[in-house]
């Protein structure tokens, strides 16, 4: 026992000295020799670490109690201490201790596990929705409640980088978003799969030709003008590592301004000025079965 308690305290010192290396961390991106998670940001990515921790801490105890186990019944039952084995083969309260206890360690788990997930899911009352769609090989995003206006970001190559800037994580253009608002982000891809993911939002949703996936974040109002970097994390072809994510956080009044910006400057998703899609085609059903009825008699016909 005696033995146990301080393999326990080694366990701990040795958490504990890992706790603050990981805290207190500057916020951009990963850095080098960087022990743990990335700073968490959003509500859900604090969350995720929190739970991260309880389950290191789980998984530890459960790793030294089986080894601690095998240690003592090497030495315990060797040859030398244990000439004539014992012959008994079942024990019914051990065998219920050893199913029912992991069952429960499992359900303890479960519960903040499912309750993280659906938190994590979708925002209640979004602020503001922006899409994101993942292409080969870069994301094109949409502002649909603030004019429409849709704009490609590509990554930007080594030799232009400014001072500063991450390799393979800075974009040409940034998705520039508000602090202290509910963003709900649409994802989606128009080629093959790709993956919306940003550590430190603990967002990594999967972007799927032809299908909608959602996820949220919010980002506290201390965190205006910070750049933060994600990654394509679905392997997605040749360019898979060269289409980041960079993202601007502003200020609200900020967000408005460069919305007003961004309006004039980029495309619109939807050109209000152009015809409707079936201008010039039949207008009623009625009409269309003639106008059909007519093409299909000039095909029998000749
Ligand atoms: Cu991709």
């Given at each position: 026992m005696n033995f146990l308690s301080r393999l326990g305290a080694v366990a701990a010192a040795f958490l504990f000295t890992l706790g603050p290396l990981t805290l207190g961390k500057a916020l951009a991106a990963s850095e080098n020799y960087?022990?743990?998670?990335?700073?968490?940001?959003?509500p859900v990515m604090e969350r995720i670490d929190w739970f991260h921790d309880i389950l290191l801490w789980i998984i530890t105890l459960i790793t030294i109690f089986v080894l601690v186990l095998l240690l003592y019944v090497m030495w315990r039952f060797s040859e030398k201490r244990n000439p004539t084995p014992s012959k008994?083969?079942?024990n019914l309260g051990l065998e219920l201790a050893w199913t029912v206890i992991p069952v429960l360690i499992l359900i303890g788990i479960a519960f903040p596990s499912f309750r993280l997930l659906y938190f994590s899911d979708?925002?209640?009352?979004?602020d503001i929705t922006v899409k994101a769609i993942g292409r080969q090989w870069y994301w094109s995003y949409e502002y649909p409640d603030h004019g429409n206006f849709t704009f490609d970001a590509y990554m930007v190559a080594d030799e232009d980088l400014e001072p500063g800037q991450p390799r393979l994580l800075t974009t040409d253009e940034a998705l520039v978003l508000p602090v202290d608002t509910n963003i709900r982000f649409i994802i989606t891809a128009s080629d093959v799969l790709h993956n919306f993911a940003m550590p430190q939002f603990g967002l990594k949703t999967d972007a799927v030709p032809g299908r909608i996936n959602e996820t949220w974040a919010y980002v506290p109002a201390e965190y205006a003008g910070q750049t933060f970097y994600g990654q394509c994390s679905e392997l997605c072809g040749t360019g898979h590592s060269y289409m980041p994510v960079m993202v601007q956080m502003v200020s609200k009044a900020e967000f408005a301004a460069w919305t007003e910006k961004a309006r004039e400057e980029y495309a619109r998703v939807d050109d209000p000025a152009a015809e409707p899609a079936l201008a010039g085609e039949p207008e009623t059903v009625a009409e269309t079965v003639k106008v059909a009825a007519a093409s299909s008699a000039a095909t029998t016909s000749e």
């Open positions: 960087q022990l743990g998670l990335q700073a968490p940001v959003t008994t083969t079942h979708q925002v209640q009352d979004a």
